[in-house]
């Protein structure tokens, strides 16, 4: 089976910065994509950054300019670093990955970001 440990979500005032992180652990030869997704209550999921194993990286527009995300292929993690936030920003914040044997994706167990006004 395959984990992934998500941390670095919390409480912070609108125009701060958070650093989320995923770590993935397991019976794992390889991991593809990594993406992050979020959920504001009331709606749906939404991808908010990806990145492939090349480092390869792709973005919603509500938050280009503001997010990037970065992976450590050693450390089996993705990471989202977020500046600018603002309160439309605040939701739980998922990490995927899709995991060698078997191209299998898993979901983190979220992590909530508030942005406060």
């Known amino acids: 089976q395959v984990q992934l440990v998500e941390s670095g979500g919390g409480l912070v005032q609108a125009g701060g910065s958070l650093r989320l992180s995923c770590a993935a652990a397991g019976r794992i030869s390889s991991i593809g994509v990594m993406k992050w997704y979020r959920q504001a209550p009331g709606k749906q999921r939404e991808l908010v950054a990806d990145?492939?194993?090349?480092?390869?990286?792709n973005y919603a527009d509500s938050v280009k300019g503001r997010f990037t995300i970065s992976r450590d292929n050693a450390k089996s993690t993705v990471y989202l670093q977020m500046n600018s936030l603002k309160p439309v920003d605040t939701a739980v914040y998922y990490c995927y990955a899709v995991v060698q044997p078997g191209l299998v994706g898993y979901w983190g167990q979220g992590t909530q970001v508030t942005v406060s006004s």
């Open positions: 990145i492939t194993s090349g480092g390869t990286t």
